[in-house]
């Protein structure tokens, strides 16, 4: 009997008439309003009960007699929206998607034709084209920046990946040019903001995702932005006093402006005259300290530990092997990925100096990098990020310049930590829990 049920309904998709898109009439202005409300009942209750191919036929002649309704509602066009976008999902065959992909982008345009709505309709069909067909990319950033253009930016969550990321590939592509993009950038940035201080975690975590897929752009087009940008974000004012009397130092700095196009920036013509006096200068013997900063800045990662390690056995001042302890734990975690040497070294600055509120900001951020490796099940991830907080209050409590990052940082990551109903269900009130693999260590959740 099922399979009976299923053939008519293909047989009638198949012979069903066409709509004819250029009306617009309500129930109360057609000879037959009262049968397309009766169909309208009928695939409305078909619909909340997820009965698609039963939903059809009634939807279809209810949009066939007045595709307005009442013409207050846009339920005709939404609704046969979702049917037909359960019905490509369900299909197989390519051709027959490909029908019901252009009869979806029809009952977008049709929505406008009868409703208005321009933008937000036309964003909703620059969404279905990014996720579900994967239409031309061109095509379907103008549809998603003209949503966004009549919107005036106010757009849901949802837009922010989408922009980002075909923005970028044309650009790339050379179909979008810089100006435009720093623009988007901009206006997207601010979007990102709003929704990052919601309380809605759908919201959040789009607006994280998409912050993540901007900023991995931005380094991968680097030079994205002009110089002014790089003299502060690089803070290559800093640089240059801490690199004053090194010349090695002095020629990355000199490289690394360039590389930013600051070659006509007063400290660039600083720099390169005092790199060339120093290189005047008869060839002296480097420390252990400045051989492991040439070391690190030429990326030998692990010849530069040993000489930072080496610079604090000959180093008297407590304050330098902290920075060289420092160091050396960035280097561990950040680019070699040795977690627990780097919690060696965060020891042993904790041991010198125990008020330096950097060994926990450095300890949170191994916590926050290590999620995947240490984390079994989703308990243990947020239980890693409690213990980044803890770690975030810590450092802020010792160091009050460092209040502003981690309140952030906390404020960030919160949403992720174990939930009170979680820990209820669990039976994990009062008890302590605890992380193994290089973290070690436990709370009482």
Same mark, same amino acid.
């Given at each position: 009997?099922?399979?009976?049920?299923?053939?008519?309904?293909?047989?009638?998709?198949?012979?069903?008439?066409?709509?004819?898109?250029?009306?617009?009439? =309500?129930?109360?202005?057609?000879?037959?309003?009262?049968?397309?409300?009766?169909?309208?009942?009928?695939?409305?209750?078909?619909?909340?009960?997820?009965?698609?191919?039963?939903?059809?036929?009634?939807?279809?002649?209810?949009?066939?007699?007045?595709?307005?309704?009442?013409?207050?509602?846009?339920?005709?066009?939404?609704?046969?929206?979702?049917?037909?976008?359960?019905?490509?999902?369900? %299909?197989?065959?390519?051709?027959?998607?490909?029908?019901?992909?252009?009869?979806?982008?029809?009952?977008?345009?049709?929505?406008?034709?009868?409703?208005?709505?321009?933008?937000?309709?036309?964003?909703?069909?620059?969404? $279905?084209?990014?996720?579900?067909?994967?239409?031309?990319?061109?095509?379907?950033?103008?549809?998603?920046?003209?949503?966004?253009?009549?919107? &005036?930016?106010?757009?849901?969550?949802?837009?922010?990946?989408?922009?980002?990321?075909?923005?970028?590939?044309?650009?790339?592509?050379?179909?979008?040019?810089?100006?435009?993009?720093?623009?988007?950038?901009?206006?997207?940035?601010?979007?990102?903001?709003?929704? &990052?201080?919601?309380?809605?975690?759908?919201?959040?975590?789009?607006?994280?995702?998409?912050?993540?897929?901007?900023? %991995?752009?931005?380094?991968?087009?680097?030079?994205?932005?002009?110089?002014?940008?790089?003299?502060?974000?690089?803070?290559?004012?800093?640089?240059?006093?801490?690199?004053?009397?090194?010349?090695?130092?002095?020629?990355?700095?000199?490289?690394?402006?360039?590389?930013?196009?600051?070659?006509?920036?007063?400290?660039?013509?600083?720099?390169?005259?005092?790199?060339?006096?120093?290189?005047?200068?008869?060839?002296?013997?480097?420390?252990?300290?400045?051989?492991?900063?040439?070391?690190?800045?030429?990326?030998?990662?692990?010849?530069?530990?040993?000489?930072?390690?080496?610079?604090?056995? %000959?180093?008297?001042?407590?304050?330098?092997?902290?920075?060289?302890?420092?160091?050396?734990?960035?280097?561990?975690?950040?680019?070699?990925?040795?977690?627990?040497?780097?919690?060696?070294?965060?020891?042993?600055?904790?041991?010198?100096?125990?008020?330096?509120?950097?060994?926990?900001?450095?300890?949170?951020?191994?916590?926050? =990098?290590?999620?995947?490796?240490?984390?079994?099940?989703? =308990? $243990?991830?947020?239980?890693?990020?409690?213990?980044?907080?803890?770690?975030?209050?810590?450092?802020?409590?010792?160091?009050?310049?460092?209040?502003?990052?981690?309140? %952030?940082?906390?404020?960030?990551?919160?949403?992720?930590?174990?939930?009170?109903?979680?820990?209820?269900?669990?039976?994990?009130?009062?008890?302590?829990?605890?992380?193994?693999?290089?973290?070690?260590?436990?709370?009482?959740?």
């Amino acid at each position: 009997m099922k399979r009976k049920l299923i053939l008519a309904f293909w047989v009638f998709l198949l012979i069903s008439p066409p709509v004819f898109y250029a009306q617009c009439e =309500m129930f109360s202005e057609v000879p037959n309003g009262d049968e397309g409300k009766k169909n309208h009942v009928i695939y409305r209750d078909f619909l909340k009960a997820e009965k698609f191919e039963k939903a059809f036929p009634f939807w279809q002649k209810a949009y066939t007699i007045a595709p307005r309704a009442d013409g207050k509602r846009h339920y005709h066009f939404s609704d046969g929206i979702e049917i037909y976008k359960n019905f490509y999902e369900e %299909e197989k065959s390519g051709t027959q998607k490909k029908e019901y992909e252009e009869k979806i982008l029809n009952l977008y345009k049709h929505w406008i034709e009868c409703l208005g709505k321009e933008g937000k309709v036309e964003g909703l069909k620059g969404l $279905d084209m990014y996720w579900l067909f994967e239409s031309d990319q061109e095509t379907t950033f103008k549809i998603l920046k003209k949503s966004f253009d009549l919107q &005036k930016g106010k757009v849901d969550s949802d837009y922010l990946y989408p922009l980002i990321d075909l923005g970028f590939k044309l650009y790339e592509e050379e179909k979008f040019k810089k100006p435009e993009l720093l623009e988007l950038i901009l206006l997207l940035r601010e979007r990102i903001t709003f929704f &990052k201080g919601k309380e809605d975690n759908y919201d959040k975590e789009n607006a994280v995702e998409a912050e993540q897929l901007l900023e %991995e752009y931005v380094d991968y087009f680097e030079p994205l932005y002009d110089c002014p940008f790089y003299m502060k974000e690089k803070d290559f004012e800093q640089m240059a006093s801490d690199y004053w009397e090194h010349a090695e130092d002095l020629k990355i700095l000199r490289e690394e402006m360039e590389k930013f196009k600051c070659m006509e920036h007063p400290l660039y013509q600083k720099v390169r005259a005092r790199y060339k006096k120093l290189t005047t200068k008869p060839v002296r013997v480097l420390t252990s300290l400045e051989k492991a900063r040439q070391a690190d800045n030429a990326k030998q990662y692990k010849k530069a530990i040993k000489l930072y390690e080496k610079s604090i056995n %000959e180093q008297k001042d407590k304050s330098k092997k902290v920075n060289a302890l420092l160091r050396m734990a960035l280097l561990e975690y950040g680019k070699l990925r040795n977690f627990s040497q780097a919690k060696k070294y965060l020891m042993e600055v904790q041991e010198l100096n125990p008020g330096e509120g950097k060994t926990y900001m450095m300890l949170a951020e191994m916590y926050l =990098m290590s999620v995947k490796e240490c984390a079994n099940n989703k =308990m $243990d991830e947020s239980v890693i990020y409690l213990l980044a907080i803890n770690k975030w209050k810590k450092a802020k409590e010792l160091d009050s310049s460092l209040e502003k990052e981690a309140n %952030e940082k906390i404020q960030k990551y919160l949403p992720f930590t174990p939930q009170k109903e979680e820990i209820f269900m669990r039976s994990l009130k009062g008890k302590k829990y605890k992380i193994g693999c290089w973290i070690q260590e436990s709370v009482i959740l």
